[in-house]
């Protein structure tokens, strides 16, 4: 398993850090055989297999489940799991006890907060001993009043994300992921701090990138952003799916090849 160090040094020496998002454990299983060097386990699971409409219905419980099925499918893969709408920025107290639950039912690596603002959870946090991802730029949980859309692309706002990031790290952050940012900004943000930077939507120039299982595989998603790229396409589900329904309808499946041959019926009439 790489470790946080390893990551750290992975952006010291130039190496882009790969990272998946994923939500259960056959495709965890799969990121690990593949090598990845992170997953994260998002609460974008809300859309993407609960078939909910934004990340807000998702609860806490909700995150510990699918990322307890990631780290069954990935023992040896360093795992990062979001905190979920609601469950911080409450109180200290609480916001302390949602993530130590989150933590250490988990058995991630890490957590990932959304926003700036909760400079001072990681603060908090991180004292406890549970290493923070921030995620700036589009804050999916944010969207009800940002939109989706393009962040940070007038001058006063990307200097913002800059110090954002900045501010971020000094509460003891141990990563960063950028989301839908101009490029040159995200190669600036990346320059400007010495943990890692993964980004979605926001160029090459950044320490890693992360993409959605779902969405770079074409598996039940309908909508494809400007920065995903489709590696395969597991559509192909909708024809095995129709191909077997027509089979059973024809009463062409199960064949002798899928059935057992033991005739236990005639053992039963000789008694």
Do not use: C
């Amino acid at each position: 398993m790489k470790k946080l160090k390893d990551l750290i040094a992975m952006k010291q020496e130039k190496e882009k850090i790969s990272m998946v998002t994923a939500y259960d454990y056959p495709s965890a299983k799969q990121a690990e055989e593949a090598g990845l060097d992170t997953i994260l386990v998002g609460d974008s699971l809300g859309m993407t297999v609960l078939g909910y409409e934004s990340t807000v219905q998702v609860t806490l419980d909700d995150m510990i489940h699918h990322a307890k099925a990631v780290r069954r499918g990935a023992p040896n893969t360093f795992v990062i799991v979001d905190v979920p709408f609601g469950s911080v920025g409450v109180s200290d107290s609480y916001d302390i006890q949602q993530a130590v639950k989150l933590y250490r039912e988990t058995e991630a690596n890490a957590i990932k907060a959304e926003g700036a603002h909760l400079a001072p959870f990681i603060k908090n946090v991180t004292r406890m001993g549970i290493p923070v991802v921030s995620h700036l730029g589009l804050t999916p949980q944010s969207v009800g009043v940002t939109g989706y859309k393009l962040q940070a692309s007038t001058k006063e706002t990307a200097k913002q994300l800059i110090k954002d990031a900045q501010e971020v790290e000094k509460a003891g952050a141990v990563m960063i992921v950028v989301e839908a940012i101009p490029s040159d900004l995200a190669k600036t943000i990346s320059n400007s701090v010495s943990i890692p930077v993964i980004g979605i939507g926001a160029g090459k120039d950044t320490d890693g990138q992360v993409l959605v299982y779902h969405d770079l595989v074409k598996y039940g998603t309908d909508h494809k952003p400007k920065f995903v790229k489709q590696f395969a396409d597991f559509s192909i589900g909708v024809t095995a799916l129709n191909q077997y329904h027509e089979e059973v309808k024809a009463q062409a499946f199960p064949s002798e090849e899928y059935t057992y041959k033991k005739q236990i019926m005639n053992e039963v009439d000789e008694r």
